[in-house]
């Protein structure tokens, strides 16, 4: 019922920035905690950060704090992250999540909704 698309993957150097957008359709509401995700290869996928509904609360995995910000735009259905100062280590797919319920969502079972994820690739 809800589709989740991601945008704005791409190869970047390290030090450079990109914005992530993910854009919502079908049965969406902007009740929803939105979260980013990221999967490496090799690794499980990991919790990036997540925005709660009005955008006035968000959350930080410790290795992107000071450098990733959440952001939505409930209007236009769109969550984005903007990542800056990117590393090599950020290499990964990103997904985009959404979940009801009580922010914050617990992160391994609190997401019911996934995009199809977009490249990101940081060269050194």
């Known amino acids: 019922q809800v589709q989740l698309v991601e945008s704005g993957g791409g190869l970047v150097q390290a030090g450079g920035s990109l914005r992530l957008s993910c854009a919502a359709s079908?049965?969406?509401?902007?009740?929803?905690?939105m979260g980013w995700f990221r999967q490496a290869p090799g690794k499980e996928r990991s919790f990036v950060a997540a925005?709660?509904?009005?955008?006035?609360?968000?959350s930080y995995a410790d290795s992107v704090k000071g450098r990733f910000t959440i952001a939505r735009d409930n209007a236009k259905n769109t969550v984005y992250l903007q990542m800056n100062n990117l590393k090599p280590e950020d290499t990964a797919v990103y997904y985009c999540?959404?979940?009801?319920?009580?922010?914050?969502?617990?992160?391994?079972?609190?997401?019911?909704?996934w995009g199809q994820g977009t490249q990101v690739t940081v060269s050194s």
């Open positions: 925005i709660n509904w009005s955008g006035g609360s968000t």
């Open positions: 999540a959404g979940g009801r319920g009580r922010f914050p969502l617990e992160v391994r079972t609190g997401y019911d909704y």
């Open positions: 079908g049965r969406t509401s902007s009740s929803y905690t």
